[in-house]
């Protein structure tokens, strides 16, 4: 059973149009995260949910908006797609609330996002 | 703001040697936690080692090591007999006691037959 397991693992789409990315986890924890990975392989962080609730919501445009029905869910819509926001998207889950504790991360395989 | 610095942005190793990536921080916290993880060409990132630093014991996983100097805010993996599958993207992590998880911006680990 993969324990964070994310969908659509490859999107291709045009400028304009809107998109979601599911991510589920099989896990039991209490927080979940987006992470997006640009062609230079930096890694950032987008938002963090503790049990639905959301505690971290870095600088990324209002196009994007997290939906989490429920902790075991977290799904990310974005709207109004953009050339820039091609890139790999990785789901992520974790035992606690980042600062609360060890933090490891578990995460999905990715999506890989292009827009055209 | 902490931040992450891997300042190899690439490096190679042959088949059954040793090769040490570096990581350094910059904090002012006295406890946190440092991680590196593995990112294979499959995508999917894998935590390879954990360290706390308020243990001064350096972890081992296996052939994975850190060396991990606090006061130098340094943070090193030495993988040891590399094997073909250690080729990967390899990031160096930190958690402090009340922020999120920043991630270095990784070192493109190639091992060469």
């Known amino acids: 059973d993969t324990a964070v397991s994310q969908t659509p693992k490859y999107l291709v789409t045009q400028m304009g149009n809107d998109k979601s990315i599911k991510c589920e986890q099989n896990?039991?924890?209490?927080?979940m995260y987006w992470y997006k990975q640009d062609s230079k392989k930096f890694l950032k962080i987008m938002f963090s949910?503790?049990?639905?609730?959301?505690?971290i919501n870095e600088t990324v445009p209002n196009r994007f908006s997290p939906k989490s029905p429920d902790k075991a869910h977290l799904n990310l819509h974005i709207n109004s797609l953009e050339l820039g926001d091609s890139a790999v998207y990785f789901c992520a889950s974790s035992q606690g609330e980042q600062g609360f504790g060890p933090g490891e991360l578990f995460f999905g395989e990715g999506s890989r996002l292009t827009v055209l | 703001a902490q931040t992450v610095t891997q300042s190899q942005p690439e490096m190679s190793v042959q088949e059954a040697e040793t090769v040490t990536l570096s990581c350094t921080y910059d904090?002012?916290?006295?406890?946190?936690?440092l991680f590196w993880y593995k990112q294979p060409p499959s995508r999917q990132m894998i935590l390879v080692i954990r360290q706390e630093a308020y243990k001064q014991q350096n972890a081992t996983e296996n052939r994975f090591s850190v060396n991990f100097q606090k006061a130098a805010k340094s943070f090193s993996l030495k993988i040891s007999d590399s094997q073909l599958g250690d080729t990967a993207m390899y990031f160096c992590a930190f958690q402090g006691g009340s922020e999120k998880l920043v991630f270095g911006k990784g070192t493109k680990l190639t091992v060469n037959p």
């Open positions: 896990l039991g924890h209490d927080t």
């Open positions: 904090t002012s916290e006295n406890n946190y936690y």
């Open positions: 949910y503790n049990n639905k609730e959301l505690i």
